[in-house]
């Protein structure tokens, strides 16, 4: 696995004070360095988004009028593959 990887998995129990005591030294380990400080501290910042309560700003009702709107809009036309856009006429005269 990949180590980096793994030292996020460590400081995500840590923080959810899921990590068992053999893991504890790593998990802590984890954390000196700045990948792992910075992994703490989104992870914190994700935390904090994720605990908060809606804001005052948002009216009742708005998620579903948004959701609304989003599905009444077109989806983008999809191209056939290995087909290009028409260039504008940008040809070059060669040599007579």
């Known amino acids: ?5 793994k030292n996020r998995e460590y400081i995500s129990a840590l923080m959810d004070g899921e990590t068992p005591e053999a893991d504890q030294e790593l998990a ?17 910042h994700v935390g904090d988004i994720l605990r ?13 009028r948004l959701a609304a709107r989003l599905a009444a809009e077109p989806l983008p036309s999809k191209r056939a593959a290995g087909t290009a856009e028409p260039a504008a ?3 070059v005269a060669g040599p007579r």
């Open 1 to 5: 696995m990949d180590t980096n990887k």
């Open 28 to 44: 802590m380990a984890a954390l000196a360095g700045p990948e792992g400080e910075q992994a703490w501290d989104i992870y914190h």
């Open 52 to 64: 908060a309560e809606a804001t005052a700003e948002l009216s009742p009702g708005f998620a579903e």
């Open 89 to 91: 006429s940008t040809a």
